[in-house]
């Protein structure tokens, strides 16, 4: 069974360290999701991670550390990198970079790269350079669901598998982080997050651009299954379609996130990347069959929310013609 531990409790943090020293798997509250640490450095641990997500094996994971002086041990920084990771480390950034002999395979999924990462938050920073030891930690959800975006949901998806989880309450951003990598002295996004191809542009003055298809698919979290609720999950631009389709919520099991309320007599949840995810689970909690969603101009010029939105929609579409 799993511990809930407290981030606000001294003993608690103690206890979290003390787990991961030892080789168990731990799911820290990081600032974008909830992740499922273990010691890179622990082949078993890393193993149980992979199954205790049900994770495919060639999904590498990203490695993180609590110091940019950390970064030296584990991978090798260019000139471009380095500017990038003063400008954005710590935060909500994953920068896929060489990787050095002692980061493992079964880490990297034999990739000859490794992606990094500094938690904005103090509390997680704190644990890593207590354990020692750069910490692997996917999203610490079932492979295929929403993102765990507070402890709760760390119980609901891995309570029977997984040791401890150490509340912090709800992640402030509530997305992955972006991941990116510097190609040919171009930056790339691998996947889009609360960093925004703006903000690259302006701190690095490289050219930014999205991931083709070729580099998605080096980018192997980007070809699986991802974000999805068992509802199925459409998107809608226009006030009047939601309302259309949301007016079935009188009779069917149906809700509509939005900015906004659409209006009377429809079941409406706030949307914002902070609670998407939250969302979208509690909605698969009360059965709901459809999820309506409101895709306004605001959340259609939000690149890493209609990422998500869009890849979950997708894999509801799939689901439902699999049967
Ligand atoms: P998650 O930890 O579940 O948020 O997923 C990690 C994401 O980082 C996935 O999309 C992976 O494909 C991506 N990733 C991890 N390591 C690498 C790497 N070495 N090169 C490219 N992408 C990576
Ligand atoms: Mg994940």
Redesign the pocket.
């Known amino acids: 069974m799993i511990t809930i531990l407290q981030a606000s409790n001294a003993d608690d943090v103690s206890r979290a360290v003390d787990l991961l020293q030892r080789g168990h798997l731990v799911a820290l509250p990081t600032e974008?999701?909830y992740?499922l640490a273990a010691r890179i450095d622990d082949a078993r641990a890393i193993a149980r991670i992979f199954e205790a997500?049900g994770?495919p094996a060639d999904?590498?994971?990203?490695?993180h550390v609590a110091d940019v002086s950390d970064i030296d041990n584990i991978a090798i920084v260019g000139d471009a990198d380095a500017v990038l990771i003063r400008h954005f480390m710590p935060g909500p950034i994953?920068i896929?970079?060489p990787?050095r002999e002692n980061v493992s395979d079964n880490?990297?999924?034999g990739?000859?790269?490794?992606?990094v990462r500094i938690p904005g938050n103090d509390v997680v920073r704190d644990v890593i350079r207590r354990v020692g030891k750069p910490l692997a930690?996917?999203?610490a959800?079932l492979?295929g669901r929403p993102?765990p975006t507070t402890a709760q949901h760390v119980v609901d998806d891995l309570g029977n598998v997984v040791d401890a989880v150490l509340d912090a309450g709800p992640c402030s951003v509530g997305l992955?982080?972006t991941?990116v990598?510097i190609v040919n002295n171009e930056l790339v996004i691998?996947?889009p997050g609360a960093v925004t191809a703006a903000m690259l542009a302006a701190a690095t003055g490289l050219a930014v651009r999205s991931a083709d298809d070729h580099e998605a698919s080096?980018?192997?979290?980007?070809?699986?299954r991802?974000y999805a609720p068992r509802a199925q999950l459409v998107l809608v631009h226009d006030l009047e379609e939601v309302r259309r389709q949301g007016a079935d919520g009188a009779t069917k099991a149906v809700v509509v996130l939005s900015r906004h309320s659409p209006g009377d007599n429809i079941p409406w949840r706030q949307l914002s990347a902070h609670s998407l995810y939250a969302e979208l689970r509690r909605a698969d909690a009360l059965h709901v069959e459809k999820i309506i969603v409101h895709c306004d101009e605001e959340i259609r010029s939000d690149e890493a929310m209609m990422n998500r939105l869009r890849r979950a929609a997708e894999s509801t579409k799939e689901e439902r013609q699999e049967g």
């Open positions: 974008t999701v992740g997500k994770r999904n590498p994971l990203i490695v994953t896929v970079l990787r880490v990297t999924a990739l000859p790269t490794v992606a930690a996917p999203s959800n492979s993102s992955e982080s991941v990598q691998l996947r080096a980018s192997p979290g980007t070809r699986h991802h």
